[in-house]
């Protein structure tokens, strides 16, 4: 069984930062890919950013340049760092685990950007 557990969301103005945590706990293997996705009110979940365990990434056009995602494999943890936010960034944000073929989830940590 796996688990994921994301902290670091909350209330920020726009232009601020924030950093958000996924650590993972267990039956979790080397060559997974780990990511942020988000869903705002309204619309479907979309990518944010993810890294394969090597380390390629791939980031969604809407955050190129503001947000950066980095992962600790030793600790089973992806992070994702928001800088430059923006009221449009205000969304759940969850994260993902693929391995095996199966994806795993966290439970989601909101992030609201107030103008």
């Known amino acids: 069984q796996v688990q994921l557990v994301e902290s670091g969301g909350g209330l920020v103005q726009a232009g601020g930062s924030l950093r958000l945590s996924c650590v993972g706990s267990g039956m979790i293997f080397s060559l997974n890919v780990m990511g942020w996705y988000r869903q705002a009110p309204g619309k479907q979940r979309e990518l944010v950013a993810s890294?394969?365990?090597?380390?390629?990434?791939t980031t969604a056009d809407s955050v190129k340049g503001r947000f950066t995602i980095s992962r600790d494999n030793a600790k089973n943890t992806v992070y994702l760092q928001m800088n430059s936010l923006k009221p449009e960034d205000t969304a759940v944000y969850y994260c993902?685990?693929?391995?095996?073929?199966?994806?795993?989830w966290g439970q989601g940590t909101q992030v609201t950007v107030s103008s």
């Open positions: 890294m394969v365990y090597g380390g390629k990434t």
């Open positions: 993902r685990l693929n391995q095996g073929g199966f994806d795993y």
